[in-house]
């Protein structure tokens, strides 16, 4: 009766934060009302399983405000934080040597440990990398309790539920603010979104930033406005899109056919939204996964998700060629003079003078030349250095943030390689991106060994791991063209991804039992 008590309550702490933020953002409740939540939360987390704490702060994911007072602390790192010490207190008895770890978590410790003595040795500015390395653990001590607690069937079922359910709220978030844009000029909408909602999730500093210059347009055709929903930016959303469809379909095995009915509509609209993104480096890296259902078919391997999977892909590009249509609708629909062109948006991959390419091309050329002469790295968070044209010894941080790009027409500390590899490789030098290749590698390897022993292809968990693989696999090739892999959110999902294939692998469950 106790943990359907905390089930019921975990569900009504999460509603109450959802409609504290619409009351916030829409009717001026004071925004003080999230101390209170907080506070309820970190008694939920005192008093609940750690299990049930797991699936609380899953289903939290969309809701994690910024704290009143603190422009950049969310919420997330204090409940974070506190899982963690209540879990190692209560269930652990402070033994940490009985943690137990995936086979690639050594190897993401070895990045970590490099990326920081990387920083510490070579780093111009200390600050900004021991920020980042302390983002990074934050988010791992969720990851930590999750893979050390969530060992059955029936709990992984539970966080693959509760996974999809709350890709899905951040999925529907984002058609309320394409909607949104029907009613409203596209100005209005900008200045509302970013100074009301964008907020609450990211702070006054952020809002700066989206008034000034931000990704939730698009400049292929005019200004075309991207679906982004409560992300920073519309590269995180499609992400989001991606992990939404790694979730869902395995849950199609589990099913009956009037919910798969439901579950592939969900699925489509997720598509959709990753087309309404108009995020061309996860459409690029559509093609990962894409090339490897095509072959697991016709090879006959792993068939029943490989079917889906390729099903799924193809709507996707049925979306793209739909889009002549859908572009005429929601010109139709909207109040502002203003439609995307997805077509000439995905044709512009191939045009290297586009001014997005021009620019992407440029900042390559700009890291890689100092990624090869600094081959030890510069230091996390020092990337500012390599991007920065005027960039002199002695300059403070301070100094070289606010130096604006002349590509980019933004201040120095927002540029990014555009490039996960290459970002890692400026700032954590060989070694740590060699770390990190030798981490995915692992994972992947593990992915593989798993399934040659299984020969019950229709078994769920099993689906989920190759389902997860080929997730995985279109993120990181997505991350050819970005760095949104760093962005809480994502990270989340992503370590929450990892580490559901970590304990399928080792704790072989069984759906039938």
């Known amino acids: ?53 797991l699936i609380f702060l899953i289903l939290y994911i969309p809701f994690y405000v910024v704290v009143p007072g603190f422009e950049t602390l969310a919420a997330w790192r204090i409940l974070f934080g506190l899982l963690f010490l209540v879990w190692i207190i209560k269930d652990k008895g402070l033994r940490i040597k009985d943690i137990n770890f995936l086979p690639w978590d050594k190897l993401l410790g070895i990045f970590v440990l490099l990326s920081l003595l990387v ?105 075309e406005l991207r679906m982004f929903s409560i992300l920073p930016d519309s590269h995180s959303f499609a992400l989001i899109c991606v992990f939404a469809t790694g979730f869902l379909l395995p849950l199609l095995y589990i099913y009956s056919k009037k919910i798969q009915y439901v579950l592939w509509s969900v699925i489509r609209f997720s ?47 049925l979306f793209f060629a739909l889009s002549p249509f859908i572009n005429q609708g929601l010109h139709i629909l909207r109040i502002s003079a203003f439609k995307e062109n997805f077509l000439d948006r995905a044709f512009s991959i191939y045009d290297l003078r586009e001014s997005s390419n021009a620019a992407r091309l440029k900042i390559w050329g700009e890291s890689s030349r100092y990624a090869f002469s600094h081959p030890l790295g510069a230091g996390v968070g020092n990337f500012i250095i390599s991007s920065c044209p005027s960039f002199r010894e002695g300059m403070s941080y301070a100094q070289v943030a606010e130096v604006v790009h002349p590509v980019f027409n933004l201040p120095c500390k927002y540029i990014t390689a555009h490039n996960l590899y290459l970002h890692i490789f400026v700032e954590a030098g060989f070694l740590g991106l060699a770390a990190f290749l030798a981490f995915l590698l692992k994972f992947f390897r593990e992915i593989w060994r798993f399934l040659k022993q299984r020969q019950a292809h229709d078994n769920f968990f099993v689906i989920f791991v190759v389902q997860s693989g080929l997730t995985m696999l279109w993120v990181m090739a997505a991350a050819f063209f970005d760095v949104t892999l760093f962005n809480d959110r994502v990270l989340m999902y992503f370590l929450i991804s990892l580490g559901l294939t970590g304990v399928i692998i080792k704790y072989r469950p069984d759906i039938n039992q």
């Open 1 to 53: 009766m106790a943990r359907l008590n905390f089930k019921l309550l975990s569900i009504v702490l999460v509603v109450w934060q959802a409609f504290s933020i619409l009351m916030v953002a829409v009717f001026n409740w004071p925004p003080e009302i999230f101390w209170l939540n907080l506070g309820l939360s970190c008694l939920f987390l005192l008093f609940a399983e750690t299990y049930q704490s």
């Open 119 to 223: 920083t510490l040795a070579f780093g111009n500015f200390f600050g900004p990398g021991i920020k980042q390395i302390l983002f990074w653990l934050n988010i791992y001590l969720f990851y930590i309790v999750f893979i050390n607690t969530i060992k059955t069937g029936e709990q992984i079922l539970s966080a693959i539920k509760a996974a999809a359910l709350s890709l899905l709220v951040i999925i529907f978030i984002g058609y309320l603010q394409l909607i949104a844009t029907f009613f409203s000029g596209l100005d209005t909408f900008w200045v509302y979104w970013a100074s009301y909602i964008s907020k609450l999730f990211y702070g006054q500093d952020f809002v700066n930033v989206a008034l000034y210059s931000n990704s939730w347009f698009s400049f292929t055709v005019g200004r």
């Open 271 to 317: 598509g959709l939204a990753l087309v309404l993104s108009g995020t061309r480096a996860v459409w690029v890296g559509l093609l990962a996964p894409l090339a490897l259902a095509s072959l697991s078919y016709w090879k006959n391997l792993f068939k029943p998700i490989s079917k889906k999977n390729l099903g799924m892909l193809l709507i996707i590009l």
